[in-house]
């Protein structure tokens, strides 16, 4: 079984940054590409970024992209989000994801393990 728990969520001004975690345990070996999804009040889960397995080829939603960084330390099992320049539509409870291919996808029905998720929330 694996495990994965987010991080780094809260309250920030628009205009601020966060960095989200994703912390990787037990099977490691299950996830190998991972991403970031989020889900606002009334909205169904969309694609903010996802990460190949050895981190070099990432893939980013339009609507973030230039703002939004992911990254991976796979010597740390760990998993990131930098998000830059936030909006208060950036509010949303933030998912990682995971799944044993390789590369990312964009659907959500392609993950296989997910986090609890972490509230983002962003004041105008």
């Known amino acids: 079984q694996v495990t994965l728990v987010e991080s780094g969520g809260g309250l920030v001004q628009a205009g601020g940054s966060l960095r989200l975690s994703c912390a990787i345990s037990?099977?490691?070996?299950?996830?190998?590409?991972m991403a970031w999804f989020r889900q606002s009040a009334g909205k169904e889960r969309e694609f903010v970024s996802g990460?190949?397995?050895?981190?070099?080829?990432?893939d980013v939603a339009e609507s973030v992209k230039g703002r939004f960084v992911v990254s991976r330390d796979n010597a740390k099992n760990e998993a990131y989000l930098e998000m830059d320049i936030l909006t208060p539509e950036a509010t949303a409870v933030y998912y990682c994801a995971g799944h044993a291919r390789h590369y990312p996808s964009q659907r959500d029905e392609d993950y296989t393990t997910w986090g609890q998720g972490t509230q983002v929330t962003v004041s105008s």
């Open positions: 037990g099977r490691t070996d299950y996830v190998a590409a």
């Open positions: 990460i190949s397995y050895n981190g070099g080829y990432t």
